[in-house]
C-alpha cells in the first residue's frame, strides 16, 4: 500500500467536495479547482475525510494512488490557504515594475521584457522581490518557473532571477593570470 496514498485527506469546514466518476470538484473560500480521476483509483468522501483507494496492486497503478491523493490535498490547501513562490532579483539595473496584471521586467536586455500573468495567479512586488501566488500548486510553480527562465542566475556573479533561499554555486572566474 502507498504511504502517502493510505493516509486519508481532512475535509476542514467551508470546503465542499463534490466527487464525480470522471472528476473531482473542491470548493473554498478562495475558488474552486477540478482534477479528473484517473484509471483504477477511487475517491470516496465519508465524512470530514476523504479516502483514496487502488483497485490491485499493479506498478502502474500503486504509482498513481499516492499521486491523486497529493493532488487532492494540495486542492484542498489551495481552496483554503493558497500556495505562493517567493523571486528576488539580483544585478546592477535589475528591476521589476507591474504593468496593470502584467509584469514588466529590466533583466539587461536591450529591451523590457513584458511577462502576461495567466489568470488564476497574481504577483506582488517588493523592490526587487516577486511573490507569485494563487489557489494552484502546479500553476504557481509552472508561473514562477517560467518568470526564473527569463534570466537565470549566472555562476560567476549570481546576477540573475532566483527563487528565495536558493544558492548560487559560484565560480572563480579567470585564474590563469599571472602576478
Known amino acids: 500500500m502507498s504511504r502517502v496514498g493510505k493516509q486519508p485527506i481532512a475535509v476542514p469546514s467551508g470546503v465542499t467536495i463534490t466527487v464525480d466518476p470522471d472528476t473531482i470538484t473542491v470548493a473554498g473560500s ?49 481552496v483554503t490557504t493558497g500556495f505562493s513562490k517567493k523571486l528576488e532579483i539580483n544585478g546592477v539595473g535589475y528591476r521589476v515594475a507591474a504593468q496593470g496584471a502584467d509584469l514588466k ?43 526564473r527562465a527569463l534570466k537565470k542566475p549566472e555562476p560567476y556573479k549570481g546576477k540573475g532571477i532566483k527563487y528565495e533561499g536558493e544558492r548560487i554555486i559560484r565560480k572563480s572566474g579567470k585564474s590563469g593570470k599571472e602576478k
Not at 480521476?37 to 468522501?45: F, S
Not at 529590466?106 to 489557489?135: Q, R, Y
Open 30 to 78: 478562495k475558488g474552486t479547482l477540478t482534477q479528473f480521476t484517473m484509471p483504477d483509483i477511487t475517491v470516496a468522501q465519508e465524512g470530514a475525510e476523504v479516502l483514496v483507494t487502488r483497485a490491485n496492486d499493479d506498478p502502474k497503478v500503486r504509482a498513481k494512488h499516492g499521486l491523486m491523493r497529493s493532488l487532492i490535498n494540495n486542492m484542498v490547501v489551495g
Open 105 to 147: 521586467l529590466n533583466l539587461g536586455f536591450s529591451h523590457d521584457v513584458i511577462f502576461k500573468m495567466p489568470v488564476g495567479v497574481t504577483a506582488a512586488i517588493e523592490g526587487t522581490n516577486i511573490t507569485v501566488s494563487g489557489i494552484s500548486k502546479q500553476q504557481v510553480g509552472q508561473v514562477a518557473a517560467e518568470i
